[in-house]
């Protein structure tokens, strides 16, 4: 079974600190591809960053970056400088790159607070 | 250009009503995607459309729930006779092509349905 955990259900930072948010997951793909969602009060996911498995290179848009440890399963989300817009739950995602339907599993998520 | 939306925005029903929601993917995307996220979980997913293939129906947790999605825009969600457990937010996706996993799947605000 393909699974996706993330073990911290909350965390908070003060604000232009950083945090790192982890997620695993389990799958005997090679081929597949990982995606941190922002669903903020307005329950509106947005994609913060994605990977794809193949590629080594961590993928990182401008304060938002990944640790990706594919031996280990390990896909963390690091936010630096934090801002209060980044208040959200954060959830991690994986779907298989063979899959024909693109269906995404996800972890339980991250309630993130940046504090003031 | 205009995103996902889904109606109604909040819905309130009886235990043994049938409910229907509704979800307008972003023009052009051909796959449409349906998850449900009960209280403190991540996202399940439910159902996902590709143009005019047959739909992946793994996810439907019961003969109760059905979809449908016409002329391959507009989707519907239905649930008979709901049951106090089928509360949740119902949240709806689209994508260019479900064929390819990289492509990033856009959510609408999602349907926060309430079985009293």
């Known amino acids: 079974a393909q699974t996706v955990t993330q073990s911290q259900p909350e965390m908070s930072v003060q604000e232009a600190e950083t945090v790192t948010l982890s997620c695993t997951y389990d799958?005997?793909?090679?081929?597949?591809?990982l995606f941190w969602y922002k669903q903020p009060p307005s329950r509106q996911m947005i994609l913060v960053i994605r990977?794809?498995?193949?590629?080594?290179q961590n993928a990182t848009e401008n304060r938002f970056s990944v640790n990706f440890q594919k031996a280990a399963k390990s896909f963390s989300l690091k936010i630096s400088d934090s801002q209060l817009g980044d208040t959200a739950m954060y959830f991690c995602?994986?779907?298989?790159?063979?899959?024909?339907?693109?269906?995404?599993?996800f972890g339980q998520g991250t309630t993130l607070q940046v504090k003031p | 250009g205009a995103g996902v939306s889904q109606s109604p925005s909040n819905k309130v029903t009886e235990k043994g009503k049938d409910v229907e929601l509704r979800c307008d993917p972003i023009?052009?995307?051909?796959?449409l995607y349906w998850y449900r996220q009960s209280l403190g979980q991540g996202l399940e997913f439910l159902i996902y459309f590709q143009g005019n293939s047959a739909p992946d129906k793994s996810g439907l947790p019961s003969d109760r729930f059905s979809a449908e999605r016409t002329g391959g825009s507009v989707s519907t969600l239905t649930i008979q006779r709901t049951q106090q457990e089928d509360s949740a937010v119902y949240l709806c996706a689209s994508s260019l092509r479900g064929l390819y996993s990289y492509n990033e799947q856009f959510f609408g605000p999602g349907t926060r349905l309430t079985v009293l």
């Open positions: 990977q794809e498995a193949y590629k080594q």
């Open positions: 995602a994986f779907n298989v790159g063979s899959s024909n339907t693109g269906k995404l599993i």
């Open positions: 799958t005997s793909e090679n081929n597949y591809y």
């Open positions: 023009s052009g995307h051909t796959a």
